[in-house]
Structure formats: structure tokens, C-alpha cells
């Protein structure tokens, strides 16, 4: 998908990109050219309206360029699945622009209270990864009844960057450039078109990605990040232990040697562990087209190896790391900073044990 010199001009900006905290202009034009925040757009919005198969091949390759970019086009494009869950005239509005992204959390941390035909919304919402460039904000909240906040009626807010105070609390080790502050909102007023629910369509704009089940959607995009920082980690090591190739030789007869078959077996484990997602996912997509019910069991399984796969990639990366003396525990070497993007990626509540 990505050109050579799109390729470079992204891994040239991977110190920018964590130093600023965010995408500079230049890598989110990359973004805007590819649609790659329209992944599950309808072509009538101006998206690709991608299978998932194929979309799961785009987060890789992207987070195998770097870790925060990667993570980004995945959360970016993940927001296109509320699409058929919102008011058609408001979804229009919001989705047709080219550099549409929504940010936001799935923590029902706010409340939305009634008044006649508008939400008053307040609440404070962690982890809104794009906050810095989002075109819109969607936010869950518990719907304020007789003036107690109602446990299970949750309604998730549509809000604009002019709602929203960000607040700059981002601190992970990891997956620095991702923006992923805390986003608060104090008393906005909102019409209820700018709500929605995920149990309720709206408008015809759905294809067969929306209708897929959203645990397993999740998981799939996650680990399809972690496998592509995964690729990156061993590339790295790669050249790393061939620049210290000398050095080692000199001091550790055996050291290259030893090091490059560890990282031959890392890599027949990591192929190993990609041909199977893929084929699961696979798998599981053309149950869905063919209009067949996951079972319990499909899940479930899906589940346990998207765990385990990523479990897999950040012990090996762990176990390669250690050959790599200073360098690996300096924050300014390439291979320490995917590595710590790596283990951030892994963190996310889908993938840990």
C-alpha cells in the first residue's frame, strides 16, 4: 500500500512522531491520501469499504512502518463501525470530509441528561487516542433520569473539538505518539440526532465489517497492530546485531552467530503464529458472509489465540532484547522504542491475559 518514500518519510519522523506526541502534518497527509481513517467507509462517504481481511493487512503493514502511526489508522478506521448507528444527515456530515476521524472512549464516564430534545453532557473520558487531530469526538454516557444517572441506559454522545477540553495526560511508555489524552466536557448542550446506541441502525450506510461481532473486530485489529510491531522489533534486531556484528566478534567469538539464530527461530515462531490469525480470521469472515452465526465456541477460540499470539510476540521480544546491552534499555535506539510500543500495544484490555 505505502510507496518507498512514503515508507521513509515515516520511519525518518518515528523520533518527531514521539516527541511531539502526535502525527505532524506531513504523515497525516499520507493518512488523508490513502483513506486510511476510511478504511469501513461506504465509497458513498468517500471510504474504501474494505473486507476486514484486508483492512487486518493494512494495520500491520502500517504498524510495521512505526508502532504509534499503526496504532492510529487502526483506532482511526475502527470508529467507522458506529457509521450505521447514527443519524443519516449527521453521519454524512461528519464522514465526508477527507480528514474525518473520530477519537474517543468506550467508558461510559459521562452523563447525558434530558432536556426536551437536547442532552446536557458532562464527564471526563481517558484514553481518546487522535484527540490532538480528531475531526469529532464520540463519547458513551449514562443517561441522567429523576436525577440519578441510570446504570444500563447508555447513550454515546457525538461531540465537535469545540465541545471538548483535552487534557494532556498521556504518559504511557509506549506508543507515545498516539495522543492518547483524557478528554473532558463541562454541561454541552447537544441535539439528540448527535446521539446514538449500537443496538439501533439508523441509516443504510452498513455493510457486512458492521455487522460483525465487535469483540472478535477488536481483537483482530489489535493484535494485527502487535503483529506488525512484532515484524518491526525482529527486522530491527536484524540490523542492530549486524552493525555490532565486529564488536561482537572481537569480544564474543560466538555471539553473532548465537544472536542471528535466535532471531531465525523469533521469526519462524512469529510466521507461524501470522499464517494462523489470518487463516482464523479468515475463517471467521467467510462464516459471517456466508451469513452463518459465530458460535460461542468460534469466539472463544479466537479469543484465547489473539492472546496468546501477542502473549508469543512480547516474550520473544523480551527474550531477544537482552542481547542487546545498553542500547536496549536506551529511549532514544530505535529497537528500545519499539519494543516499549510493542508491550503498550499488548497492555490494551482485549489482548491481556
Not at 470508529?79 to 464522514?95: S, T, W
Not at 465541545?163 to 473532558?184: M, R, Y
Given at each position: 500500500?505505502?510507496?518507498?518514500?512514503?515508507?521513509?518519510?515515516?520511519?525518518?519522523?518515528?523520533?518527531?512522531?514521539?516527541?511531539?506526541?502526535?502525527?505532524?502534518?506531513?504523515?497525516?497527509?499520507?493518512?488523508?491520501?490513502?483513506?486510511?481513517?476510511?478504511?469501513?467507509?461506504?465509497?458513498?462517504?468517500?471510504?474504501?469499504?474494505?473486507?476486514?481481511?484486508?483492512?487486518?493487512?493494512?494495520?500491520?503493514?502500517?504498524?510495521?512502518?512505526?508502532?504509534?502511526f499503526g496504532w492510529l489508522v487502526t483506532i482511526g478506521s475502527g470508529?467507522?463501525?458506529?457509521?450505521?448507528?447514527?443519524?443519516?444527515?449527521?453521519?454524512?456530515?461528519?464522514?465526508r470530509p477527507a480528514n474525518a476521524v473520530i477519537a474517543g472512549s468506550g467508558y461510559p464516564t459521562g452523563t447525558a441528561v434530558k432536556i426536551g430534545d437536547v442532552y446536557q453532557v458532562s464527564g471526563e473520558w481517558k484514553y481518546c487516542s487522535g484527540s490532538e487531530y480528531a475531526s469529532f469526538f464520540t463519547a458513551n454516557c449514562l443517561v441522567k433520569e429523576n436525577g440519578?444517572?441510570?446504570?444500563?441506559?447508555?447513550?454515546?454522545?457525538?461531540?465537535?473539538?469545540?465541545?471538548?477540553?483535552?487534557?494532556?495526560?498521556?504518559?504511557?511508555?509506549?506508543?507515545?505518539?498516539?495522543?492518547?489524552?483524557?478528554?473532558?466536557?463541562?454541561?454541552?448542550?447537544?441535539?439528540?440526532?448527535?446521539?446514538?446506541?449500537?443496538?439501533?441502525?439508523?441509516?443504510?450506510?452498513?455493510?457486512?465489517?458492521?455487522?460483525?461481532?465487535?469483540?472478535?473486530?477488536?481483537?483482530?485489529?489489535?493484535?494485527a497492530v502487535c503483529l506488525g510491531i512484532g515484524q518491526d522489533f525482529l527486522r530491527e534486531t536484524k540490523v542492530s546485531s549486524f552493525?555490532?556484528?565486529?564488536?561482537?566478534?572481537?569480544?564474543h567469538e560466538e555471539r553473532y552467530e548465537n544472536v542471528t539464530n535466535l532471531i531465525e527461530e523469533q521469526a519462524k515462531l512469529f510466521q507461524e503464529k501470522e499464517e494462523v490469525f489470518y487463516t482464523l480470521i479468515e475463517e471467521l469472515w467467510h462464516k459471517h458472509k456466508a451469513n452463518n452465526e459465530l458460535t460461542q465456541q468460534d469466539l472463544q477460540e479466537f479469543t484465547q489465540f489473539c492472546k496468546s499470539c501477542v502473549n508469543v510476540l512480547i516474550d520473544g521480544a523480551n527474550t531477544l532484547i537482552r542481547y542487546f546491552g545498553m542500547e536496549a534499555v536506551k529511549e532514544s535506539s530505535t529497537l528500545n522504542r519499539i519494543w516499549r510500543n510493542l508491550y503498550t500495544a499488548g497492555q490494551h484490555g482485549f489482548l491481556t491475559p
Open positions: 500500500m505505502f510507496s518507498v518514500s512514503e515508507i521513509e518519510m515515516i520511519k525518518s519522523s518515528s523520533d518527531k512522531i514521539e516527541r511531539l506526541g502526535t502525527l505532524p502534518e506531513n504523515i497525516l497527509q499520507i493518512i488523508y491520501d490513502h483513506k486510511l481513517f476510511k478504511l469501513f467507509v461506504p465509497n458513498e462517504l468517500g471510504g474504501k469499504n474494505l473486507e476486514l481481511p484486508e483492512a487486518l493487512k493494512v494495520f500491520q503493514e502500517a504498524s510495521s512502518i512505526d508502532g504509534s470508529g467507522n463501525m458506529f457509521i450505521p448507528c447514527m443519524d443519516k444527515n449527521v453521519c454524512e456530515a461528519l464522514f440519578s444517572a441510570a446504570a444500563d441506559h447508555i447513550i454515546s454522545c457525538i461531540l465537535m473539538p469545540e465541545d471538548v477540553n483535552i487534557i494532556q495526560d498521556w504518559d504511557a511508555f509506549g506508543l507515545k505518539g498516539t495522543g492518547s489524552h483524557s478528554i473532558k466536557v463541562d454541561t454541552v448542550k447537544i441535539p439528540e440526532s448527535r446521539t446514538f446506541t449500537l443496538l439501533q441502525h439508523k441509516n443504510n450506510y452498513g455493510g457486512l465489517v458492521h455487522s460483525f461481532p465487535f469483540l472478535p473486530f477488536s481483537e483482530a485489529s489489535f493484535t552493525r555490532k556484528k565486529e564488536i561482537w566478534s572481537t569480544h
